[in-house]
């Protein structure tokens, strides 16, 4: 070889080798500077469905109308805001969402805040366990991650979709693990800290879990809860297996004639004390692949199934369940089958240092200084309902809060009849929430106890103010036996679960009639800096009952329009209880009027006197 050509080879394979060397702190670097920050979106502009306005990411080539957006940089430990304005008020939003740009990552923690137009809107941080992967612009599925508090009319919506001309995102980046190797603020970072889970190489119970209707709307004749649960309904043939890490097992149901309806299905694994899972799944819908958001709901979340505890099931991504997250459409089907890789399991490391990372949700914080809400809800067996005030889709920002939403034959929003009175909450006291002039007729024909009854409130469960001493009426009589628990499916809230029939965390409560025509939840606060006002009462200004006056005789004019006096007969006191938990059937056909006249503060007895 010429002395030329070896020097240039030799230059040529430093440079390589130097390039190679420049990758690994060109690449830390990027994680160490931040990562990208935006918000997403697409909505009409001029006529609906023209999707006029798009900004799908900041160099992204499909972007559409005139969109301003401000973009950042974030880390782990830091708080920016992000925003996107619109010349003129959008018609209709399709989705829209706070996105950050980050390969690779397992985990992750943030809190965030919504403003549109400047006014501060309420969101679900939690919907969706706050973050789902999706290709956005000229990101990929594995590097566009939509934070919570976002709104897609496809999916779950976390927001009511907004009309307007600003919103802006507040993001606080909390935790993020990528591919297994967590990202710390730089103080945060012990190299020395013992691991906080150990691997699990255990065999572990696979089945698919599911409800639906098996001949007609409502009958819930179709459940597979797990193996050997006691409610399993219909003639379910199930196929289960045992799984480990490392191993693919494939588990189905079949049912002799196509579901009408499925209310909720999923794979579901029972491993108890897991705190870490990645999974594979597919799906086979007689026979077809179906594809599945795999990563919607961050994968899994715990929930009580069938003879499991709710430390036990866990559903693994893929499912569907139509109160949260639909990750497939409704499948109406006859055969399902879940083919499942368990990639990886973890317990928690009963050796580690104590502490361990913040909740996923951080707690909010009570002002005890402060004024707060409470709200009834319900749900009836035909899901008639109030849901709570933090619903993304009926709760306490959207139009249908103060109503009583039913359905009517076609599964048609309704509206039925019923007064709800919420209350402020001011200070420490005793209060009341309530329905009145309540028509359920006909959803409890099947079934004779609510399907939900809570009470709603907007106070923080930091365990600084206190709800205790509930105490439920249904139709003006106390029910017995009410042992409330905060739900477990809005804990960041003082939400306090009286009944929850798919929930064997909540103890049964005592008889009460239905249909009700009325319902009062009265409950006490405590925990606050200062008291609730005392109700004013006026003080009497005689200590004791005036003497009966005597009524001057009455004119022919007068008596000549005066009702008779009603004849008293011993029937039953309308409302009182029989044997068997209804009202009587007995007629009033007697009624004793008292005529009471408060004047000045006195109370006087008038009295008619009977003519000889």
Known sequence: MKKGKRLFAVLFCMALVLNMLQLVPAEQAKADDGYTLYIGFGADAAESGDWGCQ???????????????????????????????????????????????????????????????????????AAGDAWWYEGTGEYSAEQSIRLAGGYNEWGTQYIASPAFTTVEYTVTLNRIVMGGAEQAPEEEKNDDAPAATIPDTDSHVLYVG???????????????????????????????ETIAVGETKTVSVTVPSAVLHTYWIAPVLNAEGIVELDATVSLKVDGADVPIDLTAGDAWWYEGTGEYSAEQAIRLAGGYNEWGAQYVASPAFTTLEYTVTLNALAKADPDAAPGGDEPAVPALKADLDGTYNAYLGFQTPTYSFRNAFDDATYGRDSEHFDKICGWDPDNNLIYRDGTMTDVEIKGNGTYTVSAEGLDLSGDFDSQETFNLLFLSTDIPNSGEIVISDIVVKVNGSEVDDVNPIVSPDSPEYLNMLIVNQWNKDIEPIGYYAVPPTKLAITFTVSGMNYDKPADPTPEPTATS????????????????????????????????????????????????????????????????????
């Open 55 to 125: 900004y799908n990411s900041p160099n992204a080539a499909d972007n559409k109308g005139e969109v301003t957006a401000v973009n950042e940089t974030i880390a782990v430990g830091e708080t920016k805001t992000v925003s996107v304005t619109v010349p003129t008020a959008v018609l209709h939003t399709y989705w829209i969402a706070p996105v950050l740009v980050a390969e690779g990552v397992t985990e992750l923690d943030a809190t965030v805040a919504l403003k549109v137009d400047g006014a501060d809107v309420e969101i679900d941080t």
């Open 210 to 240: 599911f409800g639906g209707d098996a001949s007609e709307s409502g009958d819930w004749g179709y459940q597979y809860n797990s193996p050997n649960a006691a409610d399993n309904k219909g003639e379910v043939t199930a196929v289960t």
């Open 545 to 612: 009952a005036p003497e009966p006056t005597t009524a001057p005789e009455p004119t022919k004019e007068e008596t000549k329009n005066e009702t008779p006096a009603p004849t008293v007969t011993d029937a039953p006191v309308s409302g009182s209880s029989t044997d068997d938990g209804g009202s009587n059937t007995g007629l009033i056909v007697g009624i004793v009027i008292a005529v009471v006249v408060v004047a000045a503060g006195v109370v006087a007895v008038v009295m008619k006197k009977k003519k000889n």
